[in-house]
């Protein structure tokens, strides 16, 4: 999905150039007047970088995908597990004060005239809160929700509890369903002002209901079968179905400044494409290198990764801030691979349909999804091959996966959903790694993921609100300590 967007109206508009509108650093849209065409971009564009940026980045050093070489300093966190209310602020911040607040701009916003309806809009930023929504649930716990976004209205929103939170954005992903397939005649098409599926809202349909299938499995232990195949059973009912391809977003990327893809920004410098500082000291796994060359065969490590370039072999880390002997610097180690850091101009995927596929097959594994084992077993290998098309690997997948080999064929894994979560780790490396994490507290898989010996022992289980959050609403946040980190699971565990 390529497609070259034009801003200059809405730019106009909000005095500033296209490199600001890229630039997620700066937020410029707090016009004194706008429409919903002028700010749902630059509200998706926050929503894009973020999770490109500090969530992936995050997700891919908890699931053990990345490490950091013995020549740099930075990243002692990711080893150590010492969180505290002053990291991964971003996260909490830049969905409420930017995303939610745009998108809630956007939802509420009625034309004076009554000639024109923005039902489409409404929808489109129904879907992305409810996405951002499900995420900061599933890392912080309880968030503010039914009194947030209301700006100089209650500046102290109240937090809602978690579960309640996740049950009301299943039931606005529905209503934002509704909206599509019953918007009115004038009903103004997004077109090129949206940024991920250029108005076509057919696809959008398809992405709530994925979203919403993800949030119903994130469910399973829960003990409400009911409710959730009642939840799918709506979802068959809207006819929209799943998606069919990578979520991706694109408002125009190029090489130069401010305006290369978020995900390759974060490596390589404007123009040049040169590596920068983080493109160095961000390297592979030790655990990651040996799973994929080692224990699986997994033809996908040479675009997960890079060889190194002292050696030209796949070599990773431990996650340990001091590295024993030599043989362990940002030259002698693989970086982040070809088939993730594609180029400047790139799409940003927002998830993959591999993703998607690997949801669909656990949820007919536990039932809620009629097909039984067969249709479980099509859905798990369509995934693996959907991850070897995203990353673009020219060998067949089903070389791999009919290697008779524990979690890589389904016929060789009598525990399917560790199969299917396994796969779904290796295929989420560098893009959606934030929901390996959160799959990794839900399930325990992949098993064996190595725990860094500088840290207590114990893997983090979320995140702690931000000291921002607390000098502003201190009346509200819920009392929290350093111990949550590792104690405090979501409400699904």
């Known amino acids: 999905m390529k497609k070259t967007i034009i801003f200059l109206f809405a730019l106009a508009f909000l005095s500033v150039s296209c490199d600001d509108f890229l630039d997620v650093n700066d937020n410029p849209n707090d016009p004194a007047i706008s429409t919903p065409s002028l700010t749902l971009p630059v509200a998706q564009q926050s929503f894009v970088a973020l999770n490109a940026r500090t969530m992936t980045t995050l997700g891919n050093y908890l699931v053990v995908n990345w490490s950091t070489p013995s020549n740099w300093s930075a990243n002692a966190i990711y080893s150590r597990y010492n969180f505290t209310s002053s990291d991964f602020t971003t996260i909490f911040e830049t969905s409420y004060a930017g995303i939610f607040k745009d998108l809630t701009y956007v939802e509420t916003y009625e034309d004076a005239t009554g000639a024109v309806d923005y039902s489409y809009y409404k929808a489109i930023c129904k879907i992305i809160k409810g996405f951002q929504y499900q995420l900061l649930v599933d890392l912080y716990g309880d968030v503010p929700y039914t ?34 397939q019953n918007a009115p005649d004038n009903a103004v098409d997004p077109g090129t002002q949206d940024i991920i599926y250029g108005g076509d809202m057919d696809h959008w349909v398809e992405f709530a209901n994925t979203i919403k299938l993800r949030m119903l499995v994130r469910l399973s232990n829960t003990g409400q079968d009911s409710y959730i195949t009642n939840q799918i059973a709506s979802i068959d009912a809207n006819g929209g179905g799943y998606i069919t391809g990578d979520v991706a977003a694109n408002p125009g990327y190029s090489s130069s400044a401010n305006k290369q893809q978020p995900f390759w920004d974060y490596y390589r410098t404007a123009v040049t494409g040169i590596q920068n500082s983080r493109g160095d000291y961000t390297v592979a796994s030790e655990y990651a290198i040996t799973y994929l060359e080692t224990t699986t065969n997994d033809p996908r490590l040479s675009r997960l990764y890079a060889p190194a370039s002292a050696s030209g072999a796949f070599k990773g880390t431990q996650q340990i801030t001091t590295l024993p002997g030599t043989g362990f610097t940002s030259e002698d180690v693989s970086k982040v691979g070809p088939g993730l850091l594609v180029s400047a101009e790139e799409d940003q995927v927002v998830m993959t349909l591999s993703e998607a596929l690997f949801i669909q097959a656990e949820a007919v594994v536990r039932g809620y999804i009629s097909g039984g084992d067969s249709v479980a077993r099509d859905l798990y290998e369509s995934a693996i091959e959907a991850s070897f098309d995203y990353l673009g690997v020219t060998t067949d997948a089903e070389d791999y996966y009919d290697q008779p080999i524990l979690n890589v064929s389904w016929d060789n894994s009598p525990n399917k959903i560790e199969a299917i979560i396994t796969q779904k780790w290796v295929a989420l490396n560098g893009t959606s790694s934030i929901e390996s994490w959160i799959d990794l507290t839900r399930t325990g898989y992949p098993s064996g993921l190595p725990i860094p010996v500088e840290s207590p022992g114990t893997r983090p289980v979320r995140l702690l609100y931000p000291s921002s959050e607390i000098a502003r609403n201190s009346d509200n946040v819920p009392a929290q300590s350093s111990d949550d980190v590792f104690t405090n699971y979501p409400f699904w565990k």
């Open 147 to 180: 009194e947030a976004n209301l700006r100089g209205e209650n500046t102290t929103p109240a937090y809602d509890d978690a579960e309640t939170v996740y049950k009301s954005v299943i039931e606005d992903l529905a209503v934002a369903v509704d909206l599509i």
